[in-house]
């Protein structure tokens, strides 16, 4: 039996922001609104480990163009680490697979351990994440107890701060460049304290500009989609408030919905090399996002025809 499309005038084109539960995966999260909304289209932006909760941006209908675009540079994040104890999953949901005294902690000692883990650094990916060796995600190699070496990449830790907690716990707030894996660093520090150690939790609080205050949990938004109701969107023209708005007129916005490259000529010229644009109508809406070339001319890099403004 075929599905009936959604009526694009009926979706919520932008971005949700979802506070996601724990022991779901990101995926999952996409296909339970996607079936709230009837098959609209649905993706996510920053997977989030099924463990983890927090700050899951999902991009709804023309918002699914922005993905690109969307200012994502830093995440920050919120949780616990327990020391004594590594697993192979470096988390909770793992095995252990090493166990090494927990040393006296002082202020000091933390501090110290701490200084290799901030700034700009190298970092290995874990063998549980979804990066592919051969088109095989690592995890289901990890998963038959496989291992294969996995290249450092340049990340940067803007803020690692910690607080010892009883119980061998440590509760901690990181700032990072995405990309980071917060287990690792985890795991890292405690070697650095000379232990070993895990992550126990995990709470994403903001994805580039989007933080909690613009979340809604995942039930609630199912609760109100079924009631009738709409869940609460953030425009695409908000969502790439980062971008500098350029305001044309009702002709100009005609022309750019149907492709024609030499209405940009009307945006007047580009500031900055590489620069990008959104450009809205008089009220606010996102017609399309333009960017600039080595030309130094414009050129149309999306185009959205049903959008919010």
């Known amino acids: 039996m075929s599905r009936t499309r959604p009526d694009p005038s009926t979706v919520p084109h932008g971005i949700v922001v979802v506070d996601k ?3 779901v995966t990101s995926a999952a999260v996409v296909a339970r609104i996607k079936r709230a909304l009837r098959g609209a289209k649905v993706g996510h932006l920053g997977t989030l480990d099924p463990f983890a909760t927090g ?15 969307v200012d994502d540079a830093v995440k920050r994040y919120v949780g616990e680490i327990v020391l004594g104890a590594e697993t192979d999953t470096l988390d909770g949901t793992g095995t252990v697979v090493a166990e090494a005294p927990v040393p006296t902690l002082t202020p000091a000692s933390v501090g110290a351990a701490l200084v290799g883990l901030r700034g700009d650094i190298l970092q290995t990916p874990p063998m549980y994440s979804a990066l592919k060796r051969g088109g095989v995600p690592l995890y289901k190699l990890a998963r038959k107890g496989e291992e294969v070496a996995r290249e450092r990449r340049p990340i940067r830790v803007s803020r690692f701060d910690v607080a010892v907690l009883d119980g061998g716990r440590l509760a901690f707030a990181v700032s990072c460049s995405k990309g980071t894996y917060v287990r690792v660093l985890a795991q890292d520090l405690g070697r650095a304290l000379g232990t070993a150690a895990h992550l126990v939790t995990l709470r994403r609080t903001a994805s580039g500009p989007l933080s909690l205050q613009h979340a809604m949990s995942l039930e609630a938004l199912e609760a109100r989609v079924a009631a009738g109701g709409r869940p609460d969107v953030l425009a695409p023209s908000e969502a790439l408030e980062h971008l500098r708005a350029v305001v044309v007129d009702p002709a100009t916005v005609v022309a750019i919905r149907r492709g024609q490259q030499r209405a940009l000529s009307r945006l007047g010229p580009p500031r900055t090399a590489s620069e990008q644009v959104r450009v809205q109508n008089d009220d606010g809406t996102l017609v399309a996002i333009a960017e600039s070339g080595p030309d130094s001319a414009w050129h149309l890099a999306r185009v959205l025809v049903h959008a919010a403004s």
């Open 55 to 69: 700050v899951l941006p999902i991009c709804i209908g023309e918002g699914t163009k922005l993905a690109p675009f």
């Open 21 to 23: 539960p724990a022991g």
